[in-house]
């Protein structure tokens, strides 16, 4: 049976049992929102500190999640916020990787309409590819002080058009996307609707502040909500892990 829009399984396994499936996008991306989130709804504190919310075992969760996928996708919020490095820390995982003929970490995208990520951020090192998603609004000191350190991509006039970003990635190949933040451009990935997938560790903890990032922060819906299926709740750690596709709008 086809799994529509939505992965049962891992990458892999989805590849070995031959399943078809289709994403938001006109053709093969698969998009998926995973994020760790306080028992209260929160990506981190309301000073936008990176705060352990997963456990061990969740981390070990996102870590083989980056390793199945072909990008890793932030926000330059998260980037100004937590310096993200984005690469599979597993070792294993980073030779099965190399043994499948796929790099070691997968590519590292950053949402930056003016390319704000600076120039000794983590995420531009030489560990992985690096995309920075620019629009026009970026200035040429901007493009010019980023292009060495990364692949830049300009869609949209002020904010990323996130539609001709990702058909861009596409095109350069990047089919399993998974993004882990933060609550603004989660928001403006439903929004867009390009999200195919959610999972979430919600993990024991209380962070509140009515400014603390959560997982869906910009605009907000107010008359037609994404409708999401759940696909599974997972006890892991002191939390769990639930996985939804995102219903077809
Ligand atoms: N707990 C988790 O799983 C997790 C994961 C990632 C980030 N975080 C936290 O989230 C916070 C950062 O989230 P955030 O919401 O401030 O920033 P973000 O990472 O979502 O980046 C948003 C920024 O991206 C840029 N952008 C360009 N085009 C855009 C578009 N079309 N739509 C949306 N953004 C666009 C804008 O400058 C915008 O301010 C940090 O505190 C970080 O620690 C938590
Ligand atoms: N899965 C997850 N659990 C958490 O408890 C937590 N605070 C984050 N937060 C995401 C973090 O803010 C960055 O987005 C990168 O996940 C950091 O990546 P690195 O470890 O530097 O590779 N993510």
Known sequence: MPVDNCVEFGWQDLETRGFLYHSHLTTGMHVVVNAAMSADGKLSSRRREQIAISGEADFERVDRLRADSDAVVVGVGTVLADDPH??????????????????????????DSSGRTPTDAAILDDAATTYVCLSEAASVERRAA???????????????????????????????????????????????????????FIGPKIIGGRDAPTLADGEGFVTEFPSLDLESVDRLDDGVVLTWCVADR
């Open 86 to 111: 984005l690469i599979v820390k597993d070792d294993t995982l980073r030779a099965q990787r190399r043994e499948n003929d796929r790099p070691a970490n997968p590519a590292r995208v950053v949402v």
């Open 146 to 200: 980023l292009a060495g350190r990364a692949e830049l991509v300009t869609a949209g006039d002020e904010r990323v058009d996130l539609l001709r970003a990702f058909a861009t990635l596409q095109e350069q190949g990047l089919e399993q996307v998974m993004v882990e933040g933060g609550g603004e451009l989660i928001f403006s990935l439903f929004d867009a609707g390009l999200v195919d997938e959610l999972r979430v």
